[in-house]
């Protein structure tokens, strides 16, 4: 059976490709992607139907839409890139290069699962670290947005606390504390799913928006209940807060820090990553 280390001791490659297909949150389009090994560190995108053009994602691409996290490449934006970013930086593997026929990264289930498990089905070879690979952190960061707040001190391991506090009933004060590794990562955090709220869906879809969100691809909550139980864990709301995070993190690489976040959010995590 597979086993995932039980620290980011080593980096990681895939030995193989893997195509995944699924609708798109945005278009609600049928998108298409193939995830292969690349000799160089880091993640790289080239679209089908211009090959030769490939682009090393970095973090002052990163755009954030009113959903989802968007990368500009070229004259392009590629959405929703978040959850797979989080599934290559929450295992450790670097080295990739991604294939996109379409405008976005599918969906798939809203969580990161379905992406370690292709990670898995195709086996993990360790490649040279990249330098910010784990990075050592020299000193305390703070960044404030409304009442949301994020913080890091330097720390041996990578270490997660994070709290969310929502008006509805169903989620209310969540707090999960994590010590990060690729197999708690795994275990934890990847298959927890990202969650909506019934208003808010009904707002975005007369607007035209997350054509391709539905009941398979979020967790949704209607004030003091879901609306499409069974959660995978209680506390579902806040790990899919905490995977959301370390895909923000992804593109500067995961700090040797102990991270609080309270009421996170992709705009105050970018804060965080654009400092580090
Ligand atoms: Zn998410």
Not at 67 to 91: D, M, V
Not at 226 to 251: M, Q, S, T, V, Y
Request: net charge neutral; aromatic share 10%; charged share 20%.
């Amino acid at each position: 059976m597979f086993s995932w280390p039980s620290n980011y001791d080593d980096c990681f490659t895939i030995s193989g490709s893997i195509t995944r297909e699924g609708v798109g949150l945005h278009s609600g389009e049928k998108t298409k992607i193939r995830i292969k090994p690349y000799d160089y560190e880091g993640y790289y995108v080239s679209f089908s139907d211009t090959p030769n053009k490939i682009y090393k994602l970095d973090q002052s691409l990163i755009g954030n839409t009113m959903l989802c996290t968007a990368i500009k490449l070229g004259k392009r934006n590629l959405y929703t890139i978040e959850h797979l970013l989080s599934s290559f930086a929450g295992c450790g593997i670097t080295y990739i290069h991604i294939e996109v026929d379409g405008k976005e990264i599918p969906l798939l289930d809203g969580s990161a699962i379905q992406w370690v498990k292709a990670f898995e089905e195709v086996g993990i070879k360790k490649v040279p670290k990249p330098i910010n690979f784990m990075k050592e952190i020299n000193e305390s960061k703070m960044f404030t947005q409304n009442d949301s707040v994020i913080s890091l001190i330097p720390a041996k391991q990578i270490k997660i606390i994070s709290t969310i506090d929502f008006k509805y009933e169903a989620i209310g004060v969540q707090t999960y504390t994590i010590e990060l590794t690729p197999r708690n990562y795994v275990n934890m955090i990847a298959p927890a799913r990202t969650f909506g709220f019934k208003d808010q869906f009904e707002e975005l879809n007369e607007l035209g928006l997350i054509k391709g969100g539905n009941l398979d691809n979020a967790l949704v909550c209607d004030g003091d209940k879901w609306i499409n139980p069974p959660l995978r864990f209680a506390n579902e709301p806040i790990r899919h807060k905490i995977l959301d995070l370390i895909g923000d993190l992804a593109l500067v690489g995961l700090p040797k820090a102990q991270i609080m976040v309270y009421k996170g959010s992709h705009s105050l995590n970018a804060l965080l990553a654009s400092s580090l």
